[in-house]
């Protein structure tokens, strides 16, 4: 007798799906059991794990607040776009999501670098970005901002502009509209957008290394962190673990607060 709901998979598939079940868990599982809890404390309260610890929040809400600003109005302009013109839009919104940080971190210091485009024109006002703390929220800003656009503008293109076109019947202005209709619309969107964009902020370690760097204090991050103490430098394994062990718990949080967000689809 068929269970109500289950579906028509063939039971065969479990054996593979086991297996990739298994592959996702068993290295955190692994992670968790190489934790010392009697040390967990002292390890992530040195002063280096700390710094970084502080850092990572720091220049992540940053970064975050940056991808709000810019983020959301992007958002709306590809959501109300004509179809071909979003189509491109989202294209170019998602390559940092598919390009691996490492060639973010290197376009990032060709354009803001002292020969760069844009570096050259800071050099001659005396302002310097790579390898500054500034520099890890750029990069953070990079990785992370298509994740709000597309949680935003998926929100935005689901609802439609049938409130929008019934509030400007009405008499609404633009700005009344996006702020008492649009918005609160777009608003679980919105929430996940954020939640998940602090996230990737703060474990972004490719573009960071290669255009921020790594100078404890500065530019060293949570992920930078780990690297260097896996690399026989900086903190101790035993604080590099104790780290891992605390990005997982944001991340974990990270997902209970947007599926918190998420409404109940029914079957």
Do not use: H, K
């Amino acid at each position: 007798m068929r269970r109500e709901g289950a579906g028509f998979v063939p039971q065969i598939l479990l054996v593979p799906a086991i297996a990739g079940l298994a592959l996702l868990l068993l290295p955190l599982a692994t992670l968790v059991a190489r934790v010392e809890w009697t040390t967990l404390w002292a390890d992530v309260t040195t002063p280096e794990a700390v710094a970084a610890l502080l850092l990572s929040l720091g220049t992540g809400a940053a970064a975050t607040l940056v991808c709000i600003v810019l983020g959301v109005p992007l958002a709306l302009v590809i959501a109300r776009a004509p179809a071909r013109t979003a189509a491109v839009l989202r294209v170019v919104v998602t390559v940092p999501l598919v390009l691996p940080p490492m060639v973010g971190g290197v376009a990032l210091l060709l354009l803001f670098g002292r020969s760069g485009w844009l570096g050259g024109v800071l050099a001659d006002w005396g302002l310097r970005l790579p390898f500054t703390t500034p520099a890890v929220v750029i990069a953070q800003t990079f990785v992370a901002l298509p994740f709000l656009v597309l949680a935003v503008e998926g929100a935005l293109r689901t609802r439609g502009t049938g409130f929008e076109d019934t509030a400007a019947v009405l008499g609404a202005g633009r700005w009344t509209i996006l702020r008492r209709v649009t918005l609160p619309l777009a608003g679980p969107g919105l929430v996940a957008g954020v939640v998940l964009c602090f996230a990737r902020a703060i474990g972004e370690f490719g573009a960071t290394a290669l255009f921020a760097g790594n100078a404890p204090g500065v530019t060293q991050t949570m992920p930078l962190a780990i690297y260097t103490a896996f690399n026989g430098a900086g903190v101790s394994t035993g604080t590099a673990v104790a780290l891992s062990l605390l990005l997982l718990v944001t991340a974990i949080g990270v997902l209970l607060l947007v599926r918190a967000w998420r409404p109940e689809v029914p079957r």
